[in-house]
């Protein structure tokens, strides 16, 4: 099996892959979020949301299978390919942009448990909630933060929104 790389985004050229990875990774977790709200979020997500973060994105034999997006320390987005999901890919993700983007904070839909129980396992602590999503949309936010304590490496690099794009 070829190894998982990550890497900065090339940019706007493979934006078109970045947003079918985030389909398929919000058609398989978000099925809370309202089909009319996925729409408009993919709308903007070549245009305004992926342009906007630094952008992080995993690839196996030269194919993206996941991508993160930073922003002053925030995670603000983080899919994978769907059929890629349990494969550590997430894990690897996130422990690059703690480690190289000092990221320690990031936003999860509520209703999103298997992310909320992911970031959990991976150190992050519910810091504040919000009733709606940044967009005002009814997808209640919990704010997460790293802890002091952080879990071991080993645990970091096993194996989901933009914040819930």
């Not at 890497?7 to 977790?29: F, H, K, M, N, Q």
């Not at 992926?50 to 993206?64: F, H, K, M, N, T």
């Not at 810091?127 to 997808?139: F, I, K, N, T």
């Not at 997460?144 to 071991?152: F, H, M, T, V, W």
Request: hydrophobic share 40%.
């Amino acid at each position: 099996m070829p190894e998982l790389t990550i890497r900065p985004s090339i940019g706007a050229d493979e934006y078109p892959a970045l947003v079918a990875i985030w389909r398929s990774a919000v058609d398989a977790t978000h099925g809370f979020v309202h089909e009319s709200h996925r729409d408009e979020i993919e709308a903007h997500l070549a245009s305004e949301y992926l342009p906007s973060v630094a952008l992080s994105v995993a690839e196996i034999g030269g194919l993206p299978v996941g991508f993160a997006g930073t922003l002053d320390g925030n995670l603000e987005m983080l899919f994978v390919d769907a059929a890629r999901r349990g494969d550590g890919i997430g894990s690897a993700l996130l422990a690059h942009v703690v480690r190289h983007q000092d990221v320690s904070r990031v936003d999860v839909n509520e209703q999103n448990a298997a992310a909320v129980a992911f970031y959990g396992r991976r150190g992050f602590v519910v810091a504040g909630r919000s009733e709606v999503d940044e967009a005002g949309r009814p997808y209640p936010l919990l704010h997460l933060r790293l802890s002091q304590a952080q879990p071991s490496a080993s645990t970091a690099s096993t194996a989901a929104t933009p914040r819930r794009r």
